[in-house]
């Protein structure tokens, strides 16, 4: 199998590894998602693991798929696998599907799909492997194959049926965040929650992080329990905490407790921090290496597309461990002057320790004065003992600066003040 292309047939069974070597479990089947115009996304694989629990792998954990092996980051969500609204599996369902060539030539069935990655490491459906109905009346004849791309079939369609919630999803597949969020906002509301309940887990965390708190709260109560918390699971700590806070606190617990643990683990420390301070307004998850890593798996790490590109500008450089809170904070190294040095070079050699990191218990003001004053996009948080704790960057200090209304506001704003001294919050105000 091919790294760029590889037949789902031919990937189910393989086994699937953590960068160690050790084995975690087989591929069962492939999940994606369909598009409006382009191909069916794929968002993870199906593994099955000891105890012949089925779970997801998220696409973004894979690493490598290479012959007969599949090798991840070595993380796994143990949660049995439930497949959400406009999720479609690739064996189970999509292959058998009976598809109508578009250059008129009749239908073929489905008997196998190549997965195939593009330049930025996204995975789509690209081939299709078509059996075409057969030509003998001998009851051992098969029909001829041939091959076709996904834009020239098309799936049976009834004239006149009205658009499911599943196509509407596929409408909205391209939207950016923001618009998707507003689009949702713009349905009347038993349609809001219908889309939703379709959409993707990581597609409705995206959305939820672009809404109003109160909007937030309101979609994850309709979507039960189970659900809300895989949408926590996928949101961003620092926004999933903000959105917890906005429930009472027996619901936000309850939510919680159904979390992943790492996850809830995030998510619990955030809301321990005041909301007006750096350590509220922080995502505890930076790039963290020692000073013996080197310049080319740092950039190695910054290349991640998930990861936000302000969390990108830097990696910060600490003693063991190096996971929050980490060990004392030794210094930051900038992207730019990684770019200035050879792969091979220690960030023990290059470190800037002339940027003093932030308290968690500093408030908004002076993290917003700090980053204006210095032209960065990103600061360090430490706790008393001076470990690395996460860091706050220049967006999560814009959302909570900004008025309660600023999303849906369409009064043009020249300049956005920023207060000299403590910021107020009244109720209900976001707290990044």
């Given at each position: 199998?091919?790294?760029?292309r590889?037949?789902?047939?031919?990937l189910v069974?393989c086994?699937?590894f953590?960068p160690?070597?050790d084995?975690?479990?087989?591929?069962?089947?492939?999940v994606?998602?369909y598009r409006?115009?382009?191909?069916?996304r794929?968002?993870g694989l199906?593994?099955?693991?000891?105890?012949?629990r089925?779970?997801?792998l998220?696409?973004g954990?894979v690493?490598?798929i290479?012959?007969?092996?599949v090798?991840t980051t070595?993380?796994?969500?143990v949660?049995r696998?439930?497949q959400?609204?406009?999720?479609?599996?690739?064996?189970?369902?999509?292959?058998?599907r009976?598809?109508?060539?578009?250059?008129?030539?009749?239908h073929?069935?489905?008997?196998?799909a190549a997965?195939?990655?593009?330049?930025?490491?996204e995975?789509?459906?690209?081939?299709l492997?078509l059996?075409?109905?057969?030509?003998?009346a001998s009851?051992?004849?098969?029909g001829?194959?041939?091959?076709?791309?996904?834009?020239?079939v098309?799936?049976?369609?009834?004239?006149?049926?009205?658009?499911?919630?599943?196509?509407?999803?596929a409408?909205?597949?391209?939207?950016?965040?923001?618009d998707?969020?507003?689009?949702l906002?713009?349905?009347?509301e038993?349609?809001?929650i219908?889309?939703a309940?379709?959409?993707p887990?990581d597609?409705?965390?995206?959305?939820?992080?672009?809404?109003?708190?109160d909007?937030?709260a309101?979609?994850?109560?309709?979507?039960g329990?189970?659900?809300?918390?895989?949408?926590?699971?996928?949101?961003?700590?620092?926004?999933?905490?903000?959105l917890?806070?906005q429930?009472?606190?027996?619901?936000?617990?309850q939510?919680?407790?159904l979390?992943g643990?790492?996850e809830?683990?995030?998510?619990?420390?955030?809301?321990?921090?005041?909301p007006?301070?750096a350590?509220?307004l922080?995502?505890?998850?930076?790039?963290?290496?020692?000073?013996?890593?080197?310049v080319?798996?740092?950039l190695a790490l910054?290349?991640?597309?998930e990861l936000?590109p302000?969390?990108?500008?830097?990696?910060?450089v600490?003693l063991?461990p190096?996971?929050?809170?980490t060990?004392r904070?030794?210094?930051v190294?900038h992207?730019?002057?990684?770019?200035?040095y050879?792969?091979h070079e220690r960030l023990g050699t290059i470190?800037?320790?002339t940027?003093?990191p932030?308290r968690?218990?500093?408030?908004a003001?002076e993290?917003a004065?700090?980053l204006?004053?210095?032209?960065?996009?990103?600061?360090?948080?430490?706790?008393?003992?001076r470990?690395?704790?996460?860091?706050?960057?220049?967006d999560?200090?814009?959302?909570h600066?900004?008025?309660?209304?600023?999303?849906?506001?369409?009064t043009?704003t020249?300049?956005?003040?920023?207060?000299?001294?403590p910021?107020?919050?009244?109720?209900?105000?976001r707290?990044?």
């Amino acid at each position: 199998m091919s790294t760029q292309r590889v037949f789902v047939a031919r990937l189910v069974g393989c086994a699937v590894f953590d960068p160690a070597g050790d084995r975690l479990g087989r591929v069962r089947d492939v999940v994606v998602v369909y598009r409006k115009d382009d191909p069916p996304r794929v968002v993870g694989l199906i593994v099955e693991i000891p105890g012949r629990r089925h779970v997801f792998l998220s696409i973004g954990r894979v690493t490598t798929i290479a012959t007969g092996q599949v090798i991840t980051t070595g993380l796994i969500n143990v949660r049995r696998f439930q497949q959400r609204g406009g999720e479609v599996r690739v064996i189970a369902e999509l292959l058998g599907r009976r598809v109508f060539l578009r250059d008129g030539s009749g239908h073929a069935v489905i008997e196998d799909a190549a997965i195939e990655r593009n330049r930025l490491g996204e995975w789509a459906i690209g081939q299709l492997f078509l059996r075409r109905p057969k030509t003998s009346a001998s009851p051992f004849a098969k029909g001829p194959t041939t091959f076709a791309a996904w834009k020239e079939v098309r799936e049976n369609q009834v004239p006149g049926e009205a658009q499911s919630a599943e196509q509407l999803v596929a409408t909205y597949s391209e939207l950016h965040a923001a618009d998707l969020a507003s689009t949702l906002l713009d349905l009347p509301e038993e349609r809001m929650i219908e889309v939703a309940d379709q959409l993707p887990d990581d597609r409705l965390a995206d959305a939820l992080e672009e809404m109003p708190e109160d909007e937030q709260a309101h979609i994850l109560e309709r979507l039960g329990d189970a659900r809300a918390a895989d949408i926590l699971d996928a949101m961003e700590p620092d926004d999933a905490a903000d959105l917890l806070a906005q429930l009472p606190e027996g619901r936000s617990e309850q939510l919680l407790e159904l979390m992943g643990k790492d996850e809830a683990d995030d998510v619990r420390a955030l809301l321990a921090y005041g909301p007006d301070t750096a350590g509220g307004l922080m995502t505890p998850e930076p790039i963290v290496l020692s000073a013996e890593a080197t310049v080319a798996e740092a950039l190695a790490l910054i290349r991640r597309h998930e990861l936000h590109p302000a969390l990108a500008a830097a990696v910060f450089v600490t003693l063991p461990p190096y996971e929050t809170p980490t060990g004392r904070l030794l210094g930051v190294v900038h992207f730019q002057r990684m770019l200035r040095y050879p792969p091979h070079e220690r960030l023990g050699t290059i470190i800037d320790d002339t940027l003093d990191p932030v308290r968690a218990t500093a408030s908004a003001a002076e993290v917003a004065r700090l980053l204006a004053s210095y032209n960065l996009v990103s600061l360090p948080v430490v706790d008393a003992a001076r470990r690395l704790v996460g860091a706050v960057s220049v967006d999560d200090v814009l959302d909570h600066l900004l008025p309660d209304d600023w999303r849906t506001n369409d009064t043009d704003t020249d300049a956005v003040a920023v207060p000299a001294g403590p910021v107020a919050r009244s109720a209900g105000t976001r707290r990044h």
